[in-house]
């Protein structure tokens, strides 16, 4: 990838053979005129390319992310799925991976005891029908097994 054009979304400048999921990474930061930083984080759960996530799965862990994680902090600003379907990217409010991943860790503790996801219904969600709780539980607790792993983002 050295010979190649840098491409402006930084993850499509990552080389996805290289990496070793899961991981959790900051994949941009964005400063804001009015001083304040956005901070994007890369929740990779799956190894790309070889693995992805139904989307079911997907589906229940945005929707109990998204509201999970704002019990736990109010610097969330979005958590949404990848179109790969191997993760989520996270955009906080100058969250540091420090603060992100306790937080993180948190949230898929709460996702583990949850018996619904919130919102899967037809007035709250335009796929209400399209949830899979036990897959997101398992994902979690996947991500959770492999806590002391996720900042190492590239194989060996």
Request: aromatic letters at 8%; one cysteine or more; glycine letters at 6%.
């Amino acid at each position: 990838m050295a010979d190649k054009k840098k491409m402006n979304v930084e993850s499509f400048n990552l080389d996805h053979r290289k990496v070793a999921a899961p991981y959790v990474r900051i994949a941009d930061r964005k400063k804001l005129p009015g001083g304040d930083e956005l901070v994007k984080y890369d929740v990779r759960f799956t190894q790309p390319n070889v693995e992805h996530l139904e989307t079911e799965t997907i589906h229940a862990i945005e929707h109990m992310t998204a509201e999970l994680m704002r019990n736990h902090t109010d610097k969330l600003i979005d958590f949404s799925p990848m179109g790969c379907r191997t993760g989520f990217y996270a955009i906080t409010l100058g969250l540091e991976p420090d603060e992100f991943f306790p937080i993180l860790e948190a949230t898929f503790r709460d996702i583990l005891t949850s018996d619904e996801v919130p919102a899967a219904n037809e007035i709250q969600c335009g796929w209400g029908a399209h949830h899979d709780l036990a897959g997101a539980k398992k994902q979690a607790q996947m991500m959770l097994d492999h806590k002391d792993e996720w900042a190492t983002v590239m194989a060996d």
